[in-house]
């Protein structure tokens, strides 16, 4: 069983810059690989990035390619998503997600292939 609880939303002006958290129990973080998703209201739950379990693979949402960053540490089990050059688009709640596998071979960048999610965080860029 994982747990994941995300941190850091808030409110930001476009081009500022925001840093979430999303800390996990259980022990086997470090064996999963975890994922941003992000829902507007009214639209359908997204893609946003995803690091493997080692941290050596990452993937990213075209929509946000060399403005995001996602990286982890297994020592703290956490994963972060540091979010650079925010557009009022990038308003939405944004939830941390890990792998239903363990050691997975592969970045996974849909939904299904999460079994375990935090609650949210609500980030909202203002115009």
Same mark, same amino acid.
Request: aromatic share 12%.
């Given at each position: ?19 979430l958290?999303?800390?996990?129990s ?35 949402? #075209? ?26 688009? #990038? ?37």
């Amino acid at each position: 069983q994982v747990q994941l609880v995300e941190s850091g939303g808030g409110l930001v002006q476009a081009g500022g810059s925001l840093r979430l958290s999303c800390a996990a129990s259980g022990r086997t973080f470090s064996s999963r690989a975890m994922g941003w998703f992000r829902q507007a209201p009214g639209k359908e739950r997204e893609f946003v990035a995803a690091i493997n379990w080692r941290g050596g693979s990452i993937a990213y949402a #075209d929509s946000v390619k060399g403005r995001f960053t996602i990286a982890r540490d297994n020592a703290k089990n956490t994963v972060y998503l540091q979010m650079n050059s925010l557009k009022p688009e #990038d308003t939405a709640v944004y939830y941390c997600a890990a792998d239903q596998n363990l050691y997975g071979g592969y970045v996974p960048n849909t939904s299904y292939q999460y079994d375990y999610w935090g609650q949210g965080t609500q980030v909202t860029v203002s115009s």
